[in-house]
């Protein structure tokens, strides 16, 4: 039997999820993002319990399976672009259709719908966000950014990366350095 959780979107929330299933005594076989696969089923006691505890930490138990599809979608999106480095093989639509096993023009329908953006806006947006971490750590030059998140080149990357924050990737790594001079003098 499989549950869906919500803003379980990192490492710390899975170890969180663990913690919780552990102090219930609910047994799993797996725990990823956005998903606990159980060894069997567990009580609506057990449920409301879970439930409860879960939402301390900012995660949600989801029982509609509209909000279930479009966490899954997301959670996806993350996994691909924040822990894979193996660039896909196949368009991410069809990657997406065969990993959740449904329609892609439903999947983003559905997903603009209640998200009111398009995965792919989603996927950009987050693409962006791994760039600053990137930059932030200062341990990959610009070309290294770019081939290790699959853009074509660097000036797509640039390009992109204004458009999400109006500001150049150099600029933004100007700024962190200037804010990490400016605290040193203090």
Do not use: W
Not at 35 to 48: G, N, Q, S, Y
Not at 83 to 100: G, I, Q, R, T
């Amino acid at each position: 039997m499989k549950i869906y959780i919500k803003n379980m979107v990192c490492i710390r929330c899975k170890m969180v999820v663990k913690e919780e299933l552990a102090k219930l005594g609910i047994e799993h076989k797996t725990v990823e993002l956005g998903e606990v696969d159980l060894t069997a089923p567990f009580t609506a006691e057990l449920h409301d319990q879970l439930k409860t505890n879960l939402t301390k930490f900012g995660l949600e138990l989801m029982d509609d399976k509209k909000s279930v599809l479009i966490q899954r979608i997301k959670n996806v999106i993350i996994e691909m672009v924040h822990y894979s480095d193996e660039p896909l093989v196949v368009n991410f639509s069809v990657y997406l259709s065969e990993k959740l096993n449904h329609d892609y023009t439903y999947m983003a329908n559905l997903f603009s719908e209640v998200q009111g953006t398009t995965i792919e806006k989603f996927i950009i947006s987050h693409k962006i966000e791994r760039v600053k971490e990137l930059l932030v750590y200062n341990e990959l030059n610009l070309t290294e950014i770019a081939y290790l998140m699959h853009y074509s080149s660097v000036a797509h990357l640039s390009a992109q990366f204004k458009k999400v924050t109006g500001l150049t990737p150099s600029y933004f790594k100007q700024m962190k350095d200037k804010r990490r001079n400016m605290l040193e003098d203090m």
